[in-house]
């Protein structure tokens, strides 16, 4: 079964502060992984998806990366802004979509 | 485009009680899923389909059923609701494929006292 970790799990960074956030996954048989942003009390916003045949995806102020032999994903947000504040999930895609817990964003104005 | 909405937003229930939570999607995808939030746990796959007519166990399937009669609805259902039913459960559709996006519900907040 897919496992799927992030950390850390809550972070907290003064405004246009570049931060990386970390996701993990123990079964490299994946199609994509995707990240999520969730804003307290909503649904999830789908923010990038890299395909297991691609390393990176951009958009914006957003880079995710993708090794899949190592089992990790990274999302890397530039200049950070209090807009940015909410909770970034991953989830590894194969059949099902196995998500990670997620990381508690803070940006402090 | 509507994307992916869930009726009803809030519901308390009693122990015991049973109840339809329906999702719908206009964006004619293939896949639909259901989900539940618990804090520290992330999200956990119910029940999916992959077509009309077919519906899957995921990972914590006990307590509840769906249906999928029509291909833009999939009905989860708790037949004698639990207080560790207590949960926002989330629906998500895409279509079918290997590399493309979830777009998911705005969630529906059940409590069960």
């Known amino acids: 079964k897919q496992e799927v970790t992030q950390i850390p799990a809550a972070l907290s960074v003064p405004e246009g502060e570049n931060l990386v956030l970390n996701c993990s996954f123990t079964?490299?048989?994946?199609?994509?992984l995707q990240w999520f942003r969730q804003d307290p009390g909503k649904g999830l916003t789908s923010l990038l998806l890299?395909?297991?045949?691609?390393r990176e995806q951009t958009s914006g102020r957003l880079n995710a990366s993708l090794d899949k032999s190592s089992g990790r994903s990274t999302l890397y947000i530039a200049a950070s802004q209090p807009g940015d504040s909410a909770t970034y999930l991953c989830?590894?895609?194969?059949?099902?979509?196995?998500f990670g817990t997620g990381t508690s964003l803070t940006v402090i104005p | 485009n509507a994307g992916v909405t869930q009726t009803p937003k809030f519901r308390v229930l009693k122990t015991g009680q049973s109840m339809t939570l329906l999702c719908a999607q206009d964006?004619?995808?293939?896949?639909m899923y259901w989900y539940r939030q618990d804090p520290g746990m992330g999200l956990r796959l119910i029940h999916y389909?992959?077509?009309?007519?077919?519906?899957a166990k995921g990972e914590v399937p006990d307590g509840y059923n769906v249906s999928r009669l029509k291909k833009q609805n999939f009905l989860l259902g708790l037949e004698s609701a639990a207080p560790s039913q207590t949960s926002v459960y989330f629906c998500?559709?895409?279509?079918?494929?290997?590399?493309?996006?979830?777009?998911f519900g705005p969630g529906t907040r059940l409590t069960v006292t």
């Open positions: 998500a559709s895409r279509s079918a494929g290997a590399g493309v996006e979830q777009y």
């Open positions: 079964d490299s048989a994946i199609y994509n």
């Open positions: 890299i395909q297991s045949s691609q």
């Open positions: 989830a590894a895609t194969g059949n099902q979509f196995y």
């Open positions: 964006m004619n995808h293939e896949y």
């Open positions: 389909s992959v077509g009309e007519g077919t519906t």
